[in-house]
């Protein structure tokens, strides 16, 4: 039965697999090796390495394209931007993650490129950005915006960056292959931080980026496999292959998770405490505006309590089976127009009762 006949669930679980033979072992093996003998097509390590293949097939196969595994969620996004031309210009939207608006302010800052900021979920900015002279070479799109959570109409942005002749690369992260798939909207390539909800476990650095197969397609993967491998933005095989170990419950981790924070997003809409709910309707990150309470500014209100929980983790990262809460503008580089109030919730596949009774009690404290 030919893969593409499966649903993305069952992709998720049976691609990148071993072949099946007799004595063939179930899971691909962990391949540490910087050499290989020669007569074949792979030479040496920094090429390519059958873990990362096995990763890069399931996640192609769930994307729909093709994948290459990078260091890191930036060291995919960097590649992405080495196909921008010195000077050319980068739509890129307000809200995104940080990593993301950093190195767009660094290359800008350079001369390098041009960054024209957008509301992403506005599509009449996001054209007229994209339609300015000089017109744009690349669209970014975040959909939903980290830490925002706006929604793009991916379909309408990307078509009109292929209009005026752009690239348009989506980061997929928040979303994952199995609520969105940008390639089957037009989108050259997604890229995933990988360290979130593809390996979900809190336990890897690891990027993707998956392009179609298309003419373009390819040659584009060939162009971003020329920078990994120039560049050495390679991942290590024990990270990719932990990656893909985490790859196989995807399905069930954003079932459960989806649906506890959709119960979560209802409650916390009725909280005294909170003054704004975040939420697309769907997915696994909820984000809240903690109301100021006399004596305390909002983001003094915010920030005790993230301090306060015990079950939710305060941390940075999202994505986990954990469930994770951060106030974001504690970090000097999330952009200003995030509200110094808002906490990022990350809900993770503990029970829904045990994490409301432990946010709520944080909350009432206020």
Known sequence: MSSHRWSLDTQAVALGRPAHAAGQPVNEPITLSSTYRAGADLSYARVGNPTWSAFEEAVGGLEGGHALAFASGMASISAVLSL??????????????????????????????????VDISDSDEVLAALALEPVADLLIAESPTNPMLE??????????????GALVMVDNTFATPLLQ????????????????????????LLGV?????????????ERLHSHRTSR??????????????????????????????????????????????????????VAIEVAAVEGRTAAE???????RTHLW????????????????RRHTAEVETV????????????SLEDLWQDLASALDAN
């Open 84 to 117: 921008v031309p010195h000077g050319g210009v980068v739509v890129a939207p307000h809200h995104a993650y940080s990593g993301t608006t950093g190195l767009l302010a660094d290359l800008s800052a350079s001369g390098a490129i041009t960054v024209r900021h």
């Open 151 to 164: 929604v793009a109409d991916l379909p309408a942005v990307i078509a009109a960056g292929h209009d005026i």
């Open 181 to 204: 798939r940008p390639l089957s909207d037009g989108a050259d390539i997604v890229i995933h931080s990988a360290t979130k909800y593809l390996s979900g476990h809190s336990d890897v």
């Open 209 to 221: 980026a998956i392009t179609p197969d298309t003419e373009v397609g390819r040659d584009l993967g």
């Open 232 to 285: 050495g933005a390679i991942p290590g095989p024990m990270e990719v292959w932990l990656a893909l170990r985490g790859l196989r419950t995807l399905s069930v981790r954003t079932e459960r998770s989806g649906a506890t924070a959709a119960v979560l997003a209802q409650r916390l809409a009725e909280h005294p405490a909170v003054s704004r709910v975040r939420y697309p309707g769907w997915g696994s990150i």
């Open 301 to 307: 209100s915010a920030e005790a309590v993230c301090e």
């Open 313 to 328: 983790t305060h941390s940075t990262s999202l994505g986990g089976v954990e469930s994770q809460i951060e106030r974001r």
């Open 339 to 350: 509200p110094d109030n808002l906490v990022r919730l990350s809900v993770g596949i503990e």
